[in-house]
């Protein structure tokens, strides 16, 4: 009886999820097919199928033109610097959250639950209104268009995310297995380098993996903080322009989407397994 049940709940989430998989992957699709398509294609549905879904003669050609063609100069520097001040803001917002949610779960001092309830508190800010303060002040000291006057923007967006996420980690961490290796002999540090970072590994890959994507996805800072030495791809993919005034360069702007959700894919596909191991074990208490 009870096994019947289960099958019957099985059942029904998996008839409730095939709609929200729709949902969800056909504007990906549509986004796919919009890159396959000619200019012609475009604008003549004739030469669509499906509805004008899918192209009868697809082409790299929107793909050609990011990479070597004439948008070159404005796509592939822009997704350099998209993977060089996400992973390098993902890196130091993580290393830095490490340490301090090590020191708000496991010691006592005054001002710890203010800490935790300022980083929740500027997860929520408004970006937009720091924009406007900090293009005066980077244009003042000369982090304007630069790859440093990015990163330290990212970092009030995925450090205070990073500490509060990782602190729930270190708190399901028995306080226990760390006495244990101090009482064999091992330092503070060593204790936290050799049990607590690994046990808490789980949770770092899954904060990390979430800072990385909330960098990588920013256009308000990139848009107004740089011109073009460190514009980022979802700030460069607003000046992409067509061949002339009249035509839009919807075909390339799609495939320059499609290359940026690439390395997202990839992530979560290779670190699956950790982030659900993460979510699951920071979500339940003992």
Request: glycine fraction near 6%; hydrophobic fraction near 55%; charge should be positive.
């Amino acid at each position: 009886m009870a096994s019947s049940r289960e099958n019957r709940t099985k059942w029904g989430l998996f008839a409730v999820s095939i709609p929200i998989m729709l949902w969800t992957i056909i504007p990906l699709i549509w986004i796919f097919a919009t890159s396959l398509k000619s200019t012609a294609a475009l604008g003549d549905s004739t030469q669509n199928s499906f509805g004008n879904f899918w192209p009868k003669e697809p082409t790299w050609d929107n793909y050609s033109l990011i990479f070597t063609g004439g948008a070159k100069d404005l796509f592939v520097p822009a997704l350099w610097h998209s993977i060089i001040v996400c992973v390098i803001s993902t890196l130091i917002a993580v290393v830095l959250a490490t340490f301090c949610a090590y020191a708000i779960a496991r010691l006592d001092f005054p001002g710890k639950k203010l800490i935790l309830g300022t980083a929740l508190a500027v997860s929520f800010f408004p970006v937009i209104a720091m924009v406007t303060p900090l293009f005066n002040l980077w244009r003042q000291i000369g982090l304007f268009d630069t790859i440093p006057g990015l990163i330290i923007p990212y970092l009030a967006l995925t450090l205070p995310l990073a500490i509060w996420t990782l602190t729930a980690f270190f708190q399901q961490i028995p306080w226990e297995m760390e006495q244990a290796a101090q009482v064999d002999g091992a330092t503070s540090w060593q204790a936290f380098r050799k049990v607590i970072v690994p046990l808490a590994a789980p949770g770092v890959f899954t904060t990390a993996i979430i800072s990385f994507f909330t960098a990588w996805n920013d256009f308000v800072f990139s848009s107004n903080l740089t011109s073009s030495n460190a514009r980022t791809v979802p700030a460069a993919l607003a000046f992409f322009t067509g061949a002339s005034q009249f035509e839009q360069p919807t075909g390339a702007i799609c495939a320059a989407a499609v290359v940026v959700t690439i390395p997202v894919v990839i992530l979560v596909l290779v670190f699956q397994r950790r982030i659900v191991t993460g979510l699951t074990s920071g979500a339940v208490k003992g």
